[in-house]
């Protein structure tokens, strides 16, 4: 009798483009979740006051973004720890707590004007912010105490579905794509404040300072290496692009809508409720529901960085799969973060504009000196062996903290000398 061959079984590889889908996550989180209430209004504004010829700042700070994103993806994975604990391991203990300071008030700040871009966004459907607000609120926390990471991973990838909306409404106004085209390679400059202050806040709105803890941070906890670099740097970069279309596909739309009628705005709300008129209400509800989606995704991201950072800072215990006795300091940031932020965009007399405004000087300051850290890290033989920066990431790299360094230091120039640089 014959012996019986042995079964041999055949692997099936996965396709590439499904490798790096799966992986996605953290990049495409973090860099969607930079489009919140603050850079919804912060586009819309842009396009209002200065048409399609303010597009090439897009390209611009989806570079930085991919430079500064993938610095940290690479970190994360090399080391197993996130931006806060390697602060702290490479410059003591002061400059952590100075960073973490300012990243605490900033954050703080933002967190209020998500909820104040959901009450916004609720009130062009008839629903009160008293109603709205607390929903947001409750459905926020409930989320970060759910207790699974990958869970919470997922709703937040759903969550980012609505930007798809700002798509649909690019097409709906119909935009001259030449000059669309045009304007987003070829860069144009104004000499007046309002317009370097807009790129300031476009880049400073796209490349925000917590993004860098977040995304680390996700990489980390999502248990990925250094062998996992390739799909990281896939998901960042995949994250940048889908995040920066949304900015393009939003200034396009205002810019072609509401510039050409000399119509300016002062928020996405604003801006949503003007396009109305002309391209009709499905324009308004879409921008509406974009901004509601928007603000809920970063309502989530902002309490959640924060306390991780913190935590990781000064060695408390953290993590969203950590039960409240497991660490009660990380899920106590976060909900007295949310509850506060709650509070404050129903108390009538609060003064919203400048706790925003303070907010946004304070990431301002902060960024800068977060990615001079962020650098020196990356250079560092001893924590990131032959995964350290190379020529061509370092050139990226200086360039982008010169940028965003003479960006801040124009603004604040700008307002020594009293211009107005309101947007």
């Given at each position: 009798m014959a012996a019986k061959q042995p079964e041999t079984t055949t692997i099936k590889k996965k396709p590439l483009l499904l490798l790096i889908l799966a992986s996605a996550g953290p990049g495409i989180i973090a860099e969607l979740a930079g489009n919140d209430a603050g850079g919804?209004?912060?586009?819309?504004?842009?396009?209002?006051?200065?048409?399609?010829?303010?597009?090439?700042?897009?390209?611009?700070?989806?570079?930085?973004?991919?430079?500064?994103?993938?610095?940290?993806a690479r970190m994360g994975?090399?080391?197993?720890?996130?931006?806060?604990?390697?602060?702290?391991?490479?410059?003591?203990?002061?400059?952590?707590?100075?960073?973490?300071?300012?990243?605490?008030?900033?954050?703080s700040g933002t967190t209020l004007s998500e909820f104040a871009g959901i009450a916004a966004g609720m009130e062009l459907f008839g629903v009160s912010k008293f109603i709205a607000v607390p929903v947001a609120g409750l459905a926020v926390w409930a989320l970060l105490m759910g207790g699974s990471y990958r869970r919470t991973e997922r709703i937040f990838l759903v969550i980012s579905l609505v930007f798809l909306v700002y798509v649909v409404a690019a097409f709906v106004s119909k935009p001259p794509w030449g000059a669309v085209a045009?304007?987003?390679?070829?860069?144009?400059?104004?000499?007046?404040?309002?317009?370097?202050?807009?790129?300031?806040?476009?880049?400073?709105?796209?490349?925000?300072?917590?993004?860098i803890f977040f995304g680390q941070s996700n990489v980390v906890e999502k248990g990925a290496t250094i062998k996992d670099l390739f799909f990281l740097r896939a998901?960042?970069?995949?994250?940048?692009?889908?995040?920066?279309?949304?900015?393009?596909?939003?200034?396009i739309t205002t810019g072609t809508v509401l510039h050409e009628q000399g119509i300016v705005v002062e928020d996405a709300a604003a801006a949503a409720q003007a396009l109305a008129p002309t391209v009709g209400q499905a324009a308004e509800h879409l921008f509406g529901v974009g901004l509601v989606g928007a603000s809920f995704l970063a309502a989530c991201v902002l309490p959640l960085t924060t306390s991780y950072a913190l935590c990781e800072a000064f060695g408390w215990e953290r993590g969203t799969d950590r039960s409240w006795n497991e660490a009660p300091v990380f899920k106590g940031i976060i909900t007295a973060i949310i509850v506060i932020s709650c509070i404050a965009v129903l108390v009538p007399s609060a003064n919203l504009m400048s706790i925003m405004l303070t907010a946004q000087i304070v990431n301002g300051v902060l960024l800068p000196v977060l990615l001079i850290f962020l650098v020196l890290i990356a250079n560092n033989r001893i924590v990131m062996g032959?995964?350290?920066?190379g020529k061509l990431a370092n050139t990226l790299s200086v360039v982008t903290i010169i940028a965003i360094i003479g960006f801040t230091v124009a603004l604040f120039v700008f307002l020594g000398l009293g211009f107005d640089v309101s947007l």
């Open positions: 919804i209004s912060t586009f819309s504004i842009a396009g209002a006051n200065y048409g399609l010829k303010i597009l090439w700042a897009v390209p611009v700070a989806m570079l930085f973004l991919m430079v500064v994103q993938e610095s940290a994975s090399k080391t197993g720890k996130g931006f806060a604990a390697l602060i702290r391991e490479s410059f003591g203990l002061r400059l952590t707590a100075f960073a973490m300071l300012a990243l605490a008030i900033a954050n045009l304007h987003t390679v070829m860069p144009s400059l104004e000499p007046n404040a309002g317009f370097i202050s807009l790129i300031i806040a476009i880049i400073g709105t796209t490349v925000a300072p917590w993004m998901d960042v970069f995949l994250g940048a692009v889908i995040a920066c279309f949304v900015v393009w596909f939003i200034m032959s995964h350290r920066n």
